[in-house]
């Protein structure tokens, strides 16, 4: 079975300019949350969906999006890239939206650098 | 929620066991303990999770103490392909999602 799976793996961009990471979870997964890490440090939290609709948010600007289409699949929008924004993007899915227990599923990354 | 420390690095050799320590003396009765690794370029991984009671899977065991302010992650047996960062995360029942990762513990697996 296929994991979760993100596009594109490595992309260069310029700052100013706008990105979409695109994201697809395990079959059967209904929730997707994305992180941001920076090279050295730990994942930080930026948003979870859950069945199309926002489940969380970290402290992030507002110039990170993001959206769950019926499929469960998602998109991470970055308007406006700052230098500081080069980071790789690491997209999470699971079955539920985990008020309990459960592990999450992540993804291989998508690796941003801003020029 | 509450806040973990682990060592920043350690080493351990191939075929011994690897005892990964964290601290987490805020720890409130309902948050449970989490232990995830990053190896290389990949994604972190899901190895394990407890609330009070040790815990033992196929790639590793959690011990918890008693008062819960701090737990080790066992590693049987290391092989050089756990050479990674291990996270311990606190996670709080309703944080959905959301883990909160620190720095991690760059473990590196010697022959």
């Known amino acids: 079975d296929a994991g979760v799976t993100q596009s594109p793996t490595h992309l260069i961009k310029t700052r100013g300019q706008h990105v979409t990471l695109r994201c697809s979870p395990i079959?059967?997964?209904?929730?997707v949350s994305w992180y941001q890490q920076v090279l050295g440090q730990g994942p930080q939290f930026i948003f979870q969906?859950?069945?199309?609709?926002?489940?969380g948010r970290g402290n992030f600007p507002d110039r990170f999006s993001a959206r769950q289409f019926p499929n469960y699949s998602s998109e991470l929008n970055v308007n406006a890239l700052l230098l500081g924004d080069s980071a790789l993007y690491l997209c999470?899915?699971?079955?539920?939206?985990?008020?309990?227990?459960?592990?999450?599923?992540f993804g291989e990354g998508s690796r941003l650098t801003v020029l | 929620d509450a806040k973990t420390t682990q060592p920043p690095s350690m080493d351990c050799a191939e075929g011994r066991a690897a005892n990964l320590p964290c601290n987490h003396s805020?720890?409130?009765?309902?948050?449970?303990v989490y232990w995830y690794r990053q190896i290389h370029s990949q994604g972190p991984q899901y190895i394990i999770h407890?609330?009070?009671n040790n815990e033992t899977n196929e790639m590793a065991s959690l011990i918890i103490t008693e008062d819960r302010k701090s737990s080790t992650l066992i590693l049987p047996h290391a092989t050089l392909r756990d050479t990674a960062v291990y996270y311990c995360?606190?996670?709080?029942?309703?944080?959905?999602?959301?883990?909160?990762f620190g720095g991690g513990t760059r473990v590196l697996v010697k022959p």
């Open positions: 999470a899915s699971s079955l539920e939206d985990q008020r309990n227990t459960g592990e999450l599923f």
């Open positions: 407890g609330l009070k």
């Open positions: 995360i606190v996670r709080p029942p309703a944080a959905g999602n959301k883990l909160t």
């Open positions: 969906y859950y069945e199309k609709e926002e489940r």
């Open positions: 079959s059967g997964h209904k929730s």
């Open positions: 805020t720890i409130s009765g309902n948050e449970y």
